[in-house]
């Protein structure tokens, strides 16, 4: 029986159409067992973009296909789930192939064929999907930039010192953290220390950052210029009066 690798994706800007992971994983597992085929282990990337630099299941996956001769290629629910850049996802077709390993797909037949015809088909699926991929990233970002104009926080991450609010859809004070980002501003304003000092003050107390890692003179820095404490929103130049509670 075949062996083959399986690999799954959902991306973080359109959850909802790629399918859950365990919804491609059936899909694998049905069309191996169909197909004469036996999946020796399945790969996964979940909540995260199509960049390659992201993508800490797929870097496994090629890894272990190097250094796997019984396995004669890689399984996945659709094309798309693979790449949706046409350049990205030619250059891992072609690496697979290099290695000697098919690339088969549930949904589309034949996908690694070297025929013109099917590899211009292909190729098409591939600009269709980065298209595709370009309007969710504008609709995204002109959501985000209206949120921003009507005082809402469109940011990626929530900024230390604060938490999320869903219920408001806005940020909420973290009175920790608040403590915190005052005494950085009461340091710089009245003890007039330096941003590396106010630093190793906080290092010093065992205060960590928001990921759990000590303080640098840059995130003191980044503390004291966000907006964001002083009661505004900013989103690629927009800039407005935020909804939420200022800190400072």
């Known amino acids: 029986m075949k062996k083959y690798f399986g690999y799954c994706r959902v991306s973080t800007e359109n959850q909802k159409d790629d399918k859950t992971i365990q919804y491609q994983i059936e899909s694998i597992k049905q069309f191996a067992k169909n197909n004469g085929i036996e ?38 629910y659709r094309l798309d789930r693979l790449a949706r850049d046409v350049v990205l996802q030619e250059n891992l077709i072609k690496t697979l192939q290099n290695l000697g390993k098919r690339l088969i797909s549930t949904m589309e037949p034949d996908l690694d064929s070297s025929d013109p015809t099917r590899k211009m088909i292909r190729q098409i699926l591939g600009v269709i999907a980065e298209y595709e991929k370009a309007l969710i990233t504008m609709r995204l970002s002109a959501g985000r930039l209206l949120k921003a104009g009507q005082g809402g926080y469109a940011g990626g991450g929530v900024p230390f010192g604060y938490k999320a609010d869903r219920l408001n859809h806005r940020l909420a004070p973290d009175e920790a953290e608040a403590k915190t980002v005052r005494r950085i501003w009461y340091l710089r304003r009245y003890k007039k220390l330096s941003y590396g000092k106010i630093a190793d003050t906080l290092n010093d107390d065992g205060i960590a950052t928001q990921k ?10 980044y503390v004291l210029n966000n907006p964001v404490y002083r009661g505004f929103v900013r989103y690629r130049g927009v800039r407005g009066k935020g909804s939420h509670e200022a800190l400072l």
């Open 39 to 76: 999946i020796s282990q399945i790969f996964s990337d979940e909540a995260v973009s199509g960049s390659i630099g992201n993508r800490p299941g797929l870097a496994q996956l090629l890894y272990q296909i190097e250094h796997s001769p019984d396995i004669e290629g890689v399984l996945i």
């Open 212 to 221: 759990g890692k000590k303080w640098a003179a840059y995130t003191i820095w």
